[in-house]
């Protein structure tokens, strides 16, 4: 993992801060080492450490960057999906207002048919905007089914290429970037909950995917068993017509 002191436009990589340090929650100062991990000019996690002396201090953040290294890629993708869930609370308040608009025959808001035009895409514009404010929302619909599939997928890749956390775990001092500054969550709990939510995505995908590999993709069913180690009677009750 690259160790910087500066900013920069992209890449992943830690900034190190070495000297006095401060604890929000409980305003505890005292001597350490602060590593911003960043992606571009995105922050991702921060780590903040008490070290006595400037070498040791260095010497472990060095340390601590390289143990989180194996998560970057799992990180960053996390941070697009939280980015995303924003987006779509957002949509999802457009939608519910746009649901009450049409019930009442009335338009959605001057200031939120704007905003929701301009979440959709050109694709989404074409297909269900109506044209003036009234009607909008099947066009919300089409804008939240987007971010959930964005996020379902980013949860999913995010799973993908995790290291296995028994043997890469996470520092407990590792946390979310907070706001106004107060501390932000644990970075291994959020991550933690956010890996689970990508593993639940992919086991509801087991049964259409094994009902797709042999109906349409002419995988067999011992095929099907050797790759996936599901038993025979679980693939029969998947296909029970294939």
């Known amino acids: 993992m690259e160790i910087t002191t500066e900013a920069r436009d992209t890449g992943v990589y ?4 070495v000297g006095t340090q401060t604890w929000p929650e409980d305003s505890w100062q005292a001597h350490g ?21 400037t070498l040791a201090a260095e010497e472990r953040g060095a340390a601590e960057a390289e143990a989180i290294e194996p998560w970057t890629r799992t990180l960053r993708y996390l941070a697009v999906v939280r980015r995303l869930r924003g987006h779509l609370d957002t ?11 049409e019930r009442h025959g009335a338009p959605l808001g001057e200031v939120d048919a704007p905003t929701l035009r301009a979440m959709a895409t050109s694709q989404e514009c074409d297909q269900a905007d109506p044209g003036s404010d009234y009607g909008m929302a099947p066009l919300a619909r089409l804008v939240v089914a987007r971010h959930e599939r964005q996020i379902g997928e980013g949860l999913r890749k995010s799973l993908a290429f995790a290291p296995a956390p028994a043997a890469r775990p996470i520092h407990p001092a590792w946390e979310l970037p907070g706001l106004g ?3 932000g969550e644990s970075l291994a709990r959020a991550v933690a909950r956010d890996l689970l ?6 086991r509801d995908l087991r049964d259409p995917l094994i009902t797709w590999a042999v109906g349409e993709a002419e995988l067999t069913r011992t095929e099907v068993q050797q790759t996936t180690g599901a038993s025979r009677s679980t693939i029969n009750r998947i296909l029970p017509n294939t």
């Open 14 to 17: 830690v900034i190190r801060t």
């Open 33 to 53: 080492v602060r590593l911003d991990l960043m992606d571009g000019l995105q922050p991702v996690a921060v780590c903040t450490l008490e070290v006595g002396g």
């Open 91 to 101: 949509a999802g308040r457009l939608l519910a207002e746009a649901d009450d608009a």
């Open 181 to 183: 500054g107060m501390p």
């Open 197 to 202: 939510a990508g593993w639940a995505s992919v």
